[in-house]
Nanobody, 120 residues
Framework: QVQLVESGGGLVQPGGSLRLSCVAS????????MAWYRQAPGKGRELVADITRGGVTDYAAFVKGRFTISRDNANHTTYLQMSSLKAEDTGVYYC??????????????WGKGTLVTVSS
C-alpha cells in the first residue's frame, strides 16, 4: 500500500553537488525513521544517513560534513543534499522509510533506487 520513489540521481563531476529526494505515498499514519542507503557496484548496501521523525540525524563517517539529510513530515519526503562529491560516492542510492500502517504496525519500505555517478 506504500511506495517510495527516489529522484535526483545523475552524473556529476567530483567536487560537485546533487540533491536526492524520496517521496512516500499510500496509506500512512506517520513515518518514523527515514534513511538513505547506497550500494556501489559489487558491494553491499550501506547506511549513508538517517533522520528521526523529530529531526535527529546520524551520518556515516565517510559522508559526515559533506551530506545533509532532511525531511518534510507533512509531505512524507526526505532529502539528501550531497556536496563535495567523490568518485567513491558512486552507487545506487536507496530510500528507506519506517511506515506506521493501520493497526500501528511499523513496516520498513524501500524505494527502487536512483543512480548517482561521480566522474570527471
Amino acid at each position: 500500500q506504500v511506495q517510495l520513489v527516489e529522484s535526483g540521481g545523475g552524473l556529476v563531476q567530483p567536487g560537485g553537488s546533487l540533491r536526492l529526494s524520496c517521496v512516500a505515498s499510500g496509506t500512512i499514519y506517520q513515518i518514523n525513521l527515514m534513511a538513505w542507503y547506497r550500494q556501489a557496484p559489487g558491494k553491499g548496501r550501506e547506511l549513508v544517513a538517517d533522520i528521526t521523525r523529530g529531526g535527529v540525524t546520524d551520518y556515516a563517517a565517510f559522508v559526515k560534513g559533506r551530506f545533509t539529510i532532511s525531511r518534510d513530515n507533512a509531505n512524507h519526503t526526505t532529502y539528501l543534499q550531497m556536496s563535495s562529491l567523490k568518485a567513491e560516492d558512486t552507487g545506487v542510492y536507496y530510500c528507506r522509510a519506517d511506515v506506521v500502517e493501520p493497526g500501528y504496525r511499523v513496516v520498513p519500505y524501500w524505494g527502487k533506487g536512483t543512480l548517482v555517478t561521480v566522474s570527471s
